[in-house]
């Protein structure tokens, strides 16, 4: 009963994400629903996983300009290793 209460309770969030119609919207709605810390670590992690995708830097020195630990961008790649194609391209648009 709690996977299902944890399951409705996710896809409901992303249905209002779907909802918001700006990223001011969306700005707003992931204020009230992130603490300050957990903004900071969504953009990291969007940082991260931009820098992976562009292949511009090794792990090294991504978890170097990032100041991570390599292992925080290994599990990172190795995320990106296990996505599908069509995630893939959103995230290369």
Same mark, same amino acid.
């Given at each position: 009963m709690k996977k299902n209460n944890e399951e409705d309770g996710w896809r409901g969030f992303l249905e209002l994400c779907r909802k918001a119609e700006s990223p001011d919207a969306l700005d707003a709605l992931f204020g009230?629903?992130?603490?300050?810390?957990?903004?900071?670590?969504?953009?990291?992690?969007?940082?991260?996983v931009r820098e992976l995708m562009s292949g511009e830097r090794t792990q090294r020195e991504?978890?170097?300009?990032?100041?991570?630990? /390599?292992? @925080?961008?290994? &599990?990172?790649?190795n995320a990106l290793k296990? /996505?599908? @194609?069509?995630? &893939?391209r959103l995230l290369e648009s």
């Open positions: 009230l629903f992130l603490t300050p810390q957990e903004r900071v670590d969504l953009a990291d992690r969007y940082l991260i991504i978890a170097e300009e990032r100041n991570v630990s /390599i292992a @925080k961008i290994t &599990r990172g790649s296990m /996505i599908g @194609k069509d995630l &893939r």
